[in-house]
Nanobody, 123 residues
Framework: QLQLVESGGGLVQPGGSLRLSCAAS????????VGWFRQAPGKEREGISC????????NYADSVKGRFTISREYAKNAVILQMNSLKPEDTAVYYC????????????????WGQGAQVTVSS
């Protein structure tokens, strides 16, 4: 059974950076497509980035394109979301999710979900 654990959230000032990690146990994560989602208070969950298995095709929502980078950390069986130039509107609970297969999707198609990590951008 695949289990996902997010880490690296916290409080950061506008313009700062955070690095979120999504670590997997139970399976080899490189065979799964992984997505990052976020949900701000009072808003719907938003898909912000994904990385496919195999070729590692990536995709980003317009709201984070050019500021966030998704990548795999194979040695740690994890997927990283590097977040730069953070804005107050990036404040949300961030979730990683995984599904077996190669299709990179920003929709709620994923089978396995982590518990979430809080990111707060504030001065």
């Amino acid at each position: 059974q695949l289990q996902l654990v997010e880490s690296g959230g916290g409080l950061v000032q506008p313009g700062g950076s955070l690095r979120l990690s999504c670590a997997a146990s139970g399976v080899t994560l490189e065979y799964y497509t992984v997505g990052w989602f976020r949900q701000a208070p009072g808003k719907e969950r938003e898909g912000i980035s994904c990385i496919s298995s195999g070729e590692g095709v990536t995709n980003y929502a317009d709201s984070v394109k050019g500021r966030f980078t998704i990548s795999r950390e194979y040695a740690k069986n994890a997927v990283i979301l590097q977040m730069n130039s953070l804005k107050p509107e990036d404040t949300a609970v961030y979730y990683c999710a995984a599904m077996y297969g190669w299709r990179c999707s920003l929709g709620p198609d994923y089978t396995y979900w982590g518990q979430g990590a809080q990111v707060t951008v504030s001065s």
